[in-house]
Each structure stands twice: as structure tokens, then as C-alpha cells.
């Protein structure tokens, strides 16, 4: 008998299921016609929901600093200081973890 561990959903639809089958790490479409799925469906194997990641220090700060093009317009539009002041703005709002 196949052993089934560890599901949890990979995505917010609920579409891939990421399993330990046997010790070993799948990812299993959750359709129907799909063995493996169909196998988790009938042995009643537990499904966790889907949890997304926890964005890091670097994500956050990044996605604020905006791209390349962007801080350099804004260099360009409020200065050097004003962009500096800014980025250490972000800093302290995303401390490192």
C-alpha cells in the first residue's frame, strides 16, 4: 500500500496537491482521472489548505523601492537626499529578521 504524507495544496485553486508518497516528495494534479489523486480521494488521505509564503525583508523592501527606472526618476524628479532619505525610510519600515 502506498503511504501518503504531508498534503498540502501548492496554489490557491486547489489544483496541485504536494504530497510525501512513500517518503518521497510529488506534486499530484488534483483531477479527476488523475491515479494518484483518485488513490488520495478514496484512502481519505488529510489535505491541508493551501498557505501562501511569508514575503522576506528583501521582497518587501524591493517591491517598495521600486524598479531601477523608477528610483532614478525619483533622484531626478526630489534628489539625491530626498531618494536616500527614502530608501532609509523603507529600511526601517522592513527591518531585517
Known sequence: MIRYTNARYQNESGTVISVL???VPHSVPAVAGN???GDMVRDS???AAYQ???PSYLDLR???YGTAKEQIEYAV???MDALIARNLAIKEKYPKA
Open 52 to 54: 501562501a509564503p511569508t
Open 45 to 47: 488521505i488529510p489535505i
Open 62 to 64: 524591493s517591491k517598495e
Open 21 to 23: 508518497i512513500d517518503g
Open 77 to 79: 524628479e526630489n534628489g
Open 35 to 37: 491515479a494518484e489523486y
